[in-house]
């Protein structure tokens, strides 16, 4: 079945929300507000935006005086200056715009007193340069990203955005090197759609099931990433994987940073506050790659609690009050899965995989760009996690991801909406969905021994082990090792399910193809990257080396290969420095 | 521990009618219903069919009827339960396989009591003004992640499937009580019928269901007494 669109938004999370309003806002006259499709592979609702807890930064200053240059400042050395610096400061300046257009929105921010948005302190947030932590997250409780996809997907309702929910997008078609739309499996029946557009813009969100202990939902399967790298468009950076300090022990589930933005600590077993040691300045508020390594060193060093691969996050010194209205999602957390209640008890905490810094690469518009000298592919965008505009740098800062998909999803779905409305529509390429009949059929008729759940659990078992907060060059070649095993036999697999209505199975196996490729390129990159800088520690290369290594990486698919290129990091305003918080 | 699950089975593509189904997996007592039902789709049956994302109780994919009541399989432990685990999927929308259901209808009547802001004028530059005050008394309606546990625990849903239901009023409420909308008529208008607010009975079926805590009969009260007094 083929479908007819100015243009196709994959994923309806903040990105891909913010996108569509922004590419269909406007009473212009009949017909020119763009034809605009949203397709998720869930309802939208259920977009792991939703997720996110703490708040997101925007120089307000409704609490205390805050400047968008501070956030900028903290932006490109939180990302250990591998950010480009051009787009950081559009982020930061056009945060607070954004902001206040949520508000308007009807977004239920918490309020200060004065019934401004409240606002409170997060890792790496500072005033006048570094000097001290400022109160920049602006917040709803602890669910703002809950708050953030309802607001957005409400409003998509009121301007009468178009969605197909439960469409799973899994190529993208290219002809001559212009973009024609999409192929993708309508879930309920299972019938393969083409859907033509003009332009298409990826806001699928990241890859975090790469790794077995993570903070992202079972769908964060790398899909945009996966589809656009093979079709020869390279990733950037994406040897920069952020670990989260407070995931749930064992479980992963996320334990925002606002808890410790309102005094939460972190502890060793012998109750010490180990991180005055590591940031003398920002202590429990460094930025999250700081925290992540600190935390390792004293499980390495025998300091996790009772000797295992833990570390407590304290609470109990808090008012039971604070606690209750500002981080009720996260005791009711801790309070499930644990049994505990943090305000009695301390909450065991280990690093967990939250976010890729890399992704398809875009320029400030959201345009993904594809080459070293940043050429455009004319009609193709991206926002959001999947996306690399670079403002992460080597290492994102907390609040950073939410102001991203607001800022760059707004820029992007603007810059769609002007694109599709200047260029004249072109056919879809021959046999459009034929590559993707022929990959969902070897998958559906597979008659291997293997199941796609053990080689899904063995590469993230054996990415948490090899390729997390610490690496080395031997342990990266042997996760190198260890993926073509599995890319072998994922060749092998066989589905149970033959059926084709609510194949969740087929969809998985697909899934588990984007995983295991992105994996390569990430493993691939990261021992390339012979330095430390930001989320990417090599043992082997303690040292930031901005001789060497100061520049983004590219990775095309050649073939079952990863070929590596280069890109200068854009430089403006700060030069690179030591990082000490 | 060895874990047991009774499932209730049905894909309308090979079955003529629901069958239950047994299967016991080996899982630690801290784990989720959620992790046994992933470990029975990855190991024993790659055919079960059923939602989920987040596997917190954020994202609301995973509501199902798990020994009788609806709960998110993702927010419950299998020490805390009974065994067998008997899952069903929520009643009262059409199942399309096993524990999915079809959420068109309900996200139908979402859409029916216009769950968005109605501004009554352009926007300040700046944020708009709202004491904490004015922010609490809708709060514990923000929480809502239409998971559809609510709605299909509901018995006058059952009986009449064209109420809106505790999610849609849940919704309507988020807005009704907010310092800043301005569309009180109108919403209140859209639940002001015998498929509206009326059809409750106050069973509180709703309040145990939710997996969010939020006081769902309450807020349906709320709703009608707004509508007595012909203000919110």
């Keep these: 079945m083929t479908h007819t669109f100015d243009a196709v938004i994959v994923g309806a999370g903040g990105a891909g929300l913010m996108a569509a309003l922004q590419a269909t806002r406007g009473q212009s006259p009949a017909g020119t507000v763009p034809k605009v499709a949203v397709l998720s592979k869930l309802y939208p609702t259920r977009s792991h935006t939703g997720t996110a807890q703490g708040g997101i930064g925007a120089a307000l200053g409704n609490s ?481 080396d901005d001789a060497n290594w100061f520049k983004h990486t590219l990775a095309w698919k050649r073939g079952d290969r990863v070929e590596i290129g280069y890109k200068p990091v854009v430089v403006t305003r700060f030069q690179p420095q030591e990082r000490k918080y | 521990m060895n874990v047991t699950f009774k499932l209730l089975r049905f894909d309308p593509e090979r079955d003529a009618k629901p069958h239950w189904e047994s299967y016991q997996v080996e899982m630690e007592p801290t784990d989720r219903v959620l992790d046994g039902l992933e470990a029975i789709k990855g190991r024993l049956d790659g055919t079960l069919g059923f939602r989920r994302s987040c596997a917190h109780g954020i994202c609301g994919s995973d509501a199902m009827l798990i020994n009788g009541r609806n709960r998110l399989a993702c927010k419950v432990l299998v020490k805390n339960l009974e065994q067998p685990i008997a899952i069903e999927p929520m009643r009262g929308f059409k199942v399309v396989k096993d524990f999915m259901v079809d959420l068109t209808p309900f996200f139908a009547k979402y859409r029916s009591v216009k769950p968005f802001l109605i501004e009554s004028g352009p926007p300040p530059e700046k944020e708009r003004l709202q004491s904490p005050k004015d922010r609490e008394r809708f709060d514990d309606t923000t929480k809502c992640i239409l998971c559809g546990a609510c709605t299909t625990s509901c018995p006058s849903f059952w009986s009449n499937p064209d109420y809106a239901g505790p999610a849609a009023i849940v919704q309507a409420h988020r807005f009704l009580f907010d310092s800043r909308d301005a569309g009180k008529k109108e919403r209140l208008a859209v639940l002001n019928t015998q498929d509206g607010v009326w059809r409750c009975r106050t069973v509180f079926n709703c309040v145990q269901a939710c997996p969010r805590g939020i006081n769902v009969t309450r807020a349906i009260g709320e709703v009608k007494l707004a509508l007595l007094r012909g203000k919110a």
């Design chain 1, 64 to 544: 205390e005086e805050d400047r968008w240059e501070w956030h900028m400042f903290d932006t490109v050395k939180g990302g250990d200056y591998l950010g480009d610096q051009d787009a950081i400061e559009i982020m930061c300046r056009e945060a607070v715009d954004t902001v206040y257009e949520l508000e308007h929105m009807g977004l239920p921010f918490s309020r200060t007193p004065d019934g401004k948005i409240a606002q409170r302190p997060f890792g790496g947030h500072t005033r006048e340069f570094g000097k001290a932590a400022v109160r920049r997250a602006c917040y709803a409780a602890d669910r703002t990203g809950h708050m953030i996809l309802q607001t957005l997907y409400q409003q998509c309702i009121k301007q009468g955005v178009t969605f197909f929910d439960e469409f799973h997008v899994v190529d993208l078609l290219l002809d001559g090197g212009a973009v024609r739309g999409v192929a993708a499996v309508e879930i309920a029946t299972g019938d393969l759609h083409t859907f033509a557009a003009k332009a298409v813009l990826f806001a699928t969100g990241g890859c975090g099931r790469m790794f077995k202990i993570t903070s992202n939902a079972l769908t964060l399967t790398g899909d945009g990433m996966g589809v656009v790298y093979r079709r020869g468009i390279p990733l950037q950076d994406m040897e920069f994987f952020q670990f989260h300090p407070t995931g749930i022990y064992k479980m992963g589930i996320l334990i925002t940073e606002g808890a410790r933005g309102e005094g939460g600590i972190l502890r060793n077993n012998s109750g010490e506050r180990f991180m005055e040691r590591y940031a003398p300045n920002l202590k429990d508020l460094a930025p999250r790659d700081m925290v992540s390594r600190a935390m390792h060193t004293e499980i390495r060093q025998g300091r996790g609690i009772g000797g295992k691969d833990y570390l407590h996050l304290d609470l109990t010194h808090l008012d039971p009050q604070v606690i209750h209205d500002k981080l009720p999602d996260i005791t009711d957390f801790v309070e499930t899965y644990l049994g505990i209640d943090p305000v009695k008890a301390p909450i065991p905490v280990q690093p967990t995989a939250h976010y890729a810094m890399g992704g398809i690469p875009t320029n400030a518009d959201g345009e993904v760009v594809i080459d070293e000298r940043r050429t455009p592919l004319p009609g193709l965008y991206a926002a959001g996690e999947c996306a690399c505009v670079s403002v992460h740098g080597g290492n994102r800062l907390g609040t950073n991801s939410l102001v991203d998909i607001i800022v760059f999803g707004r820029r992007s779905g603007k810059a769609l909406g002007e694109y599709v409305k200047r260029s004249a529509p072109a056919g879809l390429p021959a046999d459009p969905e034929g590559q993707t009949r022929e990959r969902l059929k070897r998958l559906r008729e597979g008659r291997g021994p293997e199941r796609v759940s053990s080689i899904r659990e063995a590469l993230q078992a054996e990415m948490t082990d090899k390729a997390s907060v610490f690496r080395t060059a031997g342990e990266l070649q042997k996760m190198l090792e260890v993926l073509t095993g599995l890319k072998a036999r994922y060749e092998k697999a066989a589905l149970q399910d033959r059926g084709s209505r609510f194949n969740m199975e087929l969809l998985e196996a697909f899934e588990l193809g984007c995983l295991l490729d992105l994996a390569q390129v990430t493993v691939t990159c990261a021992l390339n990257r012979q330095e430390s800088r930001g989320a990417h520690c090599r043992e082997d290369f303690p040292k930031r």
